[in-house]
């Protein structure tokens, strides 16, 4: 399953990536169009917002396995291997309740958007629906991430094995 995980964060990373770039790519046509030729990208900043939820959404599954999210842990370092444990649980646990309903409103946002068929106003009239799926794709794989480490983690290590040891074997 750990592998899975990084070929999807894999993946994600580098279509964040390409996200970035087209995004840079279009800022500096747009502005040279204008300069040069008085005329830009059409509707380019909603294109940019559209570009930037992939470059932001996607990668939060690879700091998620990577346990890179900003944490104090101060004081959580000096306490015993079993209470961080149970802190760090207690932590993975909680941050399921803020995400779930980030989750259902980006379902619910995304289903709208499907539905009714919106669309940003501006010359392109680009569909509304591909930015909302990218927040909730990016959120679903954050959070299916999110709960594979509580569980792999916090899992007691095998007999014979440290618990750091334990950890590495996931």
Excluded at 41 to 67: C, H, K, N, S, W
Excluded at 132 to 146: E, K, P
Aim: hydrophobic share 55%; glycine share 10%; proline share 5%.
């Amino acid at each position: 399953m750990e592998a899975g995980f990084r070929l999807i964060e894999r993946i994600a990373i580098a279509v964040a990536a390409a996200a970035v770039l087209a995004a840079g790519a279009i800022i500096c046509i747009n502005i040279a169009g204008r300069t040069a030729f008085r005329f830009g990208i059409p509707d380019a900043e909603i294109i940019i917002q559209d570009l930037m939820v992939l470059a932001v959404m996607l990668p939060l599954a690879t700091v998620a396995g990577r346990r890179a999210h900003i944490a104090v842990d101060l004081v959580v370092r000096r306490l015993t291997p079993g209470a961080q444990r149970r802190i760090n649980a207690a932590m993975g646990a909680l941050s399921m309740v803020f995400l779930v309903p980030i989750v259902w409103s980006g379902w619910a946002n995304f289903a709208s958007a499907w539905r009714t068929g919106g669309y940003y106003d501006g010359g392109l009239e680009i569909a509304e629906w591909p930015g909302r799926l990218a927040f909730l794709v990016g959120m679903l794989i954050f959070v299916a991430r999110s709960i594979h480490r509580v569980f792999t983690d916090y899992a007691p290590a095998e007999p014979g094995e440290s618990p750091a040891e334990g950890k590495a074997r996931h």
